[in-house]
């Protein structure tokens, strides 16, 4: 969800060049560095129930901490690993191992431990975790030798309030969301910057698929730029050479290419005749990510925090601490209140 913010008078600071976008802006989020955390953490368990062998609760729980410590949009964990900002600059210290993970997440988008479960029966539990009821037990038992399908199903979700063909869709391959439009919208300009970068110098991008920049994602995504389909296909494969968090999913047709992230989401990059409507990745930017154009001068609040004291991580003093040091004049914190 994209917090409400509040911003300085236009008469206070106005940007020089509207179309312009920071490099900043292209690096590795928080939660690309999150999530293979969350994946092992949910592998590891429910491939020990499927087993019949204890879960490695003290491992577990460890992956998920760090995972859920880091998790965010922002890009600290990537400036962390850069050298940028130091250990005092973090309100959770990774340890050496979860410290070696991400720093393995940067170079190759995952992490070595998750090779071992690269199966479709691993994917499907990856896929069914988003069912809310299922948990890893019943998720465990689609590993079992001998499971159906129709079986499971039948079993799985009696008595829980799901769509069946939802479930039914998620157990064989589709995994159509919902996806929140934050954890698409950077990650995907980036690559479609790598794409310019690499040979589309000149396109115009039109993006199709998400019509509610404020609600989740649940249908296909679909990329449309202008050029030549050898050069599109020679900039897809360089871009993949260096934005290890995607890959080649599925070539459409001799104009369309599917591209996947790896937190599951995907969007097919397509070629248009015509030109499109947006004139590049600054103006598609803007269009799409409300924080992508403010400039830090133009922030006067943050009205949307959670802290320690409903269900974030930092303390409201780290907090106002972190407001301060980036110029707010004030925030507000969500609270949890039991009645």
Not at 93 to 113: D, F, H
Not at 135 to 145: E, N, R, V, Y
Not at 185 to 212: C, V
Not at 241 to 247: A, N, W
Request: aromatic residues 8%; glycine residues 6%; contains cysteine.
């Amino acid at each position: 969800m994209k917090r409400p913010i509040s911003r300085r008078s236009k008469e206070i600071h106005e940007p020089n060049n509207a179309t312009t976008i920071s490099k900043e802006y292209f690096r590795l989020r928080d939660f690309e560095y999150a999530q293979p955390l969350y994946d092992l953490a949910f592998l590891i368990e429910v491939d020990a129930l499927a087993r019949g062998n204890e879960v490695p609760k003290f491992r577990t729980f460890s992956l998920w901490r760090a995972g859920y410590s880091l998790d965010g949009y922002g890009s600290t964990i990537d400036r962390w690993l850069e050298g940028t900002i130091q250990d005092g600059d973090l309100d959770y210290v990774p340890s050496a191992r979860i410290r070696q993970y991400l720093t393995n997440i940067r170079l190759s988008g995952t992490v070595p431990e998750l090779h071992s479960y690269r199966t479709e029966q691993h994917d499907r539990c990856l896929r069914l975790r988003s069912v809310r009821g299922l948990g890893p037990s019943k998720i465990a038992a689609t590993l079992s030798p001998g499971c159906s399908a129709e079986d499971w199903l039948h079993q799985s979700i009696a008595g829980l309030d799901v769509d069946p063909d939802r479930v039914a869709r998620l157990y064989h391959i589709s995994n159509d969301g919902p996806w929140q439009t934050a954890h698409i919208i950077p990650p995907m300009l980036r690559f479609l910057n790598k794409l310019q970068e690499y040979g589309l110098h000149t396109a115009r991008w039109e993006l199709s698929g998400i019509s509610d920049l404020f609600k989740p994602v649940d249908g296909p995504i679909s990329v449309a730029t202008n050029g030549a389909s050898d050069s599109l296909g020679i900039a897809v494969e360089k871009a993949l050479e260096h934005e290890k968090h995607f890959s080649y999913h599925s070539q459409l047709d001799d104009t369309s290419i599917h591209i996947r992230h790896q937190m599951g989401w995907g969007f097919r990059v397509q070629l248009k005749p015509e030109p499109c409507a947006s004139d590049n990745i600054a103006d598609l930017a803007q269009t799409l990510d409300p924080l992508a154009s403010i400039y830090p001068s133009d922030l006067l609040a943050d009205l949307h925090l959670h802290t320690a004291w409903s269900d974030g991580n930092a303390s409201v003093n780290t907090m106002a601490l972190a407001a301060a040091a980036r110029g707010l004049q004030y925030f507000a914190r969500r609270t949890v209140c039991e009645l």
